[in-house]
């Protein structure tokens, strides 16, 4: 293992603030290591001789040995002061289960604080504080103040929820499901879901990572380190509910539709952890996971004894990314052989209501051994002429000859009991829901897409730094911090196309920068103001103004802004080429900062229409071209793009180079904090930005 490894291994764990009093959280985590935990178990209190027998010692330092973990379970007021304790004696690893920190007003944030300061200045690995505490089954350590043990398997759990892990392992006592190390993370003040990812990542005994979070601490460095480790070891994690508190506040179309919600959605996609709804489901994924290889193919096969059963299951597959395998002739010829008259030899395959374990044996075997087959269920109820125990023995021979998943939904009770043994024993999976079977397989062949994906680094393009740094330092010279179309010189700057333009004051100079960028029939006139955000609203842009009507053009498009508001801003008017909208297609290209992921950069259609629709999708920034390409593809209007209805496609190329273009500009100004390119517009022959709004955060610039 990792770092952390004489965490989940420790020879002694001390235990400071152990007590004799029965009921106290310091007397349940003692007793709970004194009764299986393999290494030494030492109390530490300065007001007892001994605690359970043991002798006890003042304080960590006068511990004779090496003390590889501490449980702090000591009152609040105290408890940054005997971690200190521990970094002088040289403990490397502290469990905080003492609460009162960032969880209870502005003392217990600045205790927290102090702690993170001392598990720095000690190198130490901290969990915690507000912990439930830790285990590990493979030394039989049960350092927490839970009631139940863990039985030990190939599962390693961290929670954010102390009481989910209490619960968890109460529901998993009666099932078999089974762990390696579980970690309540309590308020995560030094270690946090990353640390815990990257070390069970690299241990051998950990086949799936389970995760209950609330937050994601630092979503970048996240999305980093679960990107490595699932190309080997699944991570699974529980759904739990975010506010889309400030979205409304913001002020782009980004802003709006780009809220923590989504960026979460986004970040977890890119990280390659699979979210999962329930802790059903997430039981059942971690089992399949554990134990079946994973599916070649998406094709599943079903072989029954019953008809309706075989609906349900055929109707979850419909429901899944899956599909119903179809057979090749040579099955159906071989099943035909092999099955009575009656039967169903097509998928789900039918043995009907009399078959015995050798007709479905024959079924089975026929059906694994199909190529289009990737997995297969086995679903069966009970009859007078079948015998579950001998299906469940000729199932397990047959997952072990073919080496495809197999799923068993048994629909019955008591009458399954051995059967379900058997083959949970093997590894296979018996439900008896067939939907769920259909759903954990499907969790195999999303593990198996997100093992196959290639991660590529975000390309640099080369770009002009300077110039649109003094882009920004403009808008702070004018103390604003919000920028419109007067600033697109910095996606100039950073090589996006945008249409020649001009930002003229007065009717003169509007005349000779309509002579300049237009091509003496039409220009774009927009007026330019920090006040004004949607310019259109208000009639603050004038398509196809002809040359003879600029001069008239510039004076209402002022006297618009003034009657909006007499005291706006105004920076001027925007003289701007015009496109050719009959060709093009309006897309957006924004960005919103995410409190916990950062940069979340935004593609859909555009256009002034842009919120009616809704037709977008995020990602966390930096974008790799694979993503920014991917991008494209998850929107719905994707096929307007690329030339519905004889329409010819746009240059795709172009709005995938400019997305990761944005991507780059806002990853390298962090002062940036929401942006919107509305529209990009995208024609066959190229991309061009007509539009810009952006916030920006003086301080950080
Ligand atoms: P706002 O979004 O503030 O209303 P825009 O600059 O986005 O202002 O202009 C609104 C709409 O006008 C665009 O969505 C587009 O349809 C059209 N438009 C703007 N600029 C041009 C241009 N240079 N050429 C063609 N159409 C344009
Ligand atoms: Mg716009």
Redesign the pocket.
């Known amino acids: 293992m990792g770092e952390l490894a004489t965490m989940f291994a420790p020879d002694r764990v001390a235990v400071v603030g152990a007590t004799e009093s029965e009921g106290s959280v310091g007397h349940a985590i003692t007793s709970n290591l004194a009764t299986d935990y393999d290494g030494e178990v030492v109390p530490v209190n300065p007001n007892a001789d001994s605690v359970l027998g043991r002798q006890c010692y003042a304080d960590v330092g006068s511990v004779p040995g090496t003390v590889d973990v501490a449980v702090v379970v000591v009152p609040a007021s105290i408890a940054v002061d005997v971690v200190e304790s521990c970094g002088e004696a040289g403990v490397e690893n502290v469990v905080v289960v003492t609460a009162g920190f960032s969880e209870a007003g502005s003392d217990g944030a600045n205790r927290e604080r102090r702690l993170h300061e001392i598990a720095d200045a000690y190198d130490l690995n901290v969990v915690g504080p507000n912990s439930l505490g830790i285990m590990s089954t493979g030394v039989e350590m049960n350092a927490t103040f839970g009631p139940e043990n863990a039985q030990p398997g190939p599962v390693s759990f961290m929670s954010q929820s102390g009481a989910f892990v209490t619960a968890v392992l109460d529901w998993a006592s009666d099932r078999d499901v089974g762990f390696k190390h579980i970690v309540s993370l309590g308020n995560k003040a030094v270690l946090d879901e990353r640390h815990f990812v990257a070390e069970w990542g690299d241990d051998p005994g950990t086949d799936v990572i389970l995760a209950y979070l609330e937050g994601i601490e630092n979503g970048g460095q996240f999305i980093r380190t679960a990107r490595e480790v699932t190309q080997d070891t699944p991570i699974l994690l529980v759904k739990s509910g975010r506010t889309e508190a400030g979205a409304s506040a913001a002020a782009s179309h980004t802003g709006t539709m780009a809220g923590s919600e989504r960026a979460y959605e986004a970040g977890l996609e890119q990280a390659g952890v699979l979210r999962v709804e329930t802790v059903q489901d997430l039981f059942d994924y971690a089992g399949i996971l554990s134990a079946q290889p994973l599916p070649e193919s998406d094709g599943v096969a079903i072989v029954t004894n019953a008809g309706g059963p075989g609906v349900m299951a055929t109707d979850a597959i419909g429901d899944s990314d899956l599909d119903l395998a179809s057979f090749t002739d040579d099955t159906v010829d071989s099943l035909a052989r092999a099955l009575p008259a009656e039967a169903n030899v097509y998928n789900p395959i039918d043995v009907i209501g009399d078959a015995d374990a050798e007709r479905f044996r024959e079924a089975i075997r026929i059906a694994l051994a199909d190529p289009n087959v990737g997995a297969t269920i086995v679903l069966a109820c009970p009859t007078a002429t079948l015998r579950f125990e001998d299906l469940a023995e000729t199932t397990v021979t047959l997952q072990a000859t073919y080496e495809t998943p197999v799923a068993a939904s048994l629909m019955g009770s008591d009458s399954i009991r051995a059967a379900r043994a058997t083959l949970s024993e093997a590894g296979i999976p018996t439900y008896f829901d067939p939907a769920r079977a259909v759903r954990s397989l499907d969790a195999l062949r999303e593990f198996r897409e997100i093992q196959a994906r290639e991660y590529a680094e975000p390309v640099e393009f080369d770009v002009e730094r300077g110039r649109a740094r003094r882009v920004l330092e403009t808008a702070k010279r004018r103390d604003t911090n919000s920028l419109g179309v007067e600033a697109m010189d910095l996606l100039s700057a950073y090589g996006i196309p945008t249409?020649a333009g001009e930002i003229v004051d007065g009717t003169t100079e509007a005349r000779e920068a309509a002579e300049r960028v237009g091509d003496g029939e039409g220009v774009?006139m927009?007026i330019v103001s920090p006040d004004i955000r949607?310019?259109?609203?208000i009639g603050g842009?004038e398509?196809g103004v002809p040359p003879e009507a600029v001069g008239d053009t510039y004076e209402d498009l002022i006297t618009r802004a003034r009657s909006y508001q007499s005291d706006a801003t105004i920076l001027g008017v925007q003289v701007?080429?015009?496109?050719d909208?009959d060709v093009a297609t309006?897309t957006i290209v924004g960005m919103n900062r995410d409190p916990q992921f950062g940069p979340l950069v935004l593609f859909g259609l555009g256009?002034?229409f842009v919120e009616v629709l809704e037709d977008t999708t995020v990602k966390i920034a930096p974008v790799s071209e694979p993503e920014a390409e991917s991008m494209v593809d998850e929107i719905d209007s994707a096929p307007l793009l690329r030339g519905a209805r004889g329409r010819e496609p746009v240059d795709e190329a172009g709005v995938v180079e400019t997305i990761q273009r944005l991507s780059q500009l806002v990853t390298e100004f962090p002062a940036i904090l929401e942006l919107d390119i509305?529209?990009l517009v995208a024609t066959p022959d190229g991309v061009s930005a007509?539009?810009l709004r952006l916030t920006i955060d003086q301080e950080q610039l």
């Open positions: 249409p774009v927009k949607h310019k259109s609203d842009v398509v701007q080429e015009m496109l909208l309006e256009g002034i509305n529209p007509v539009d």
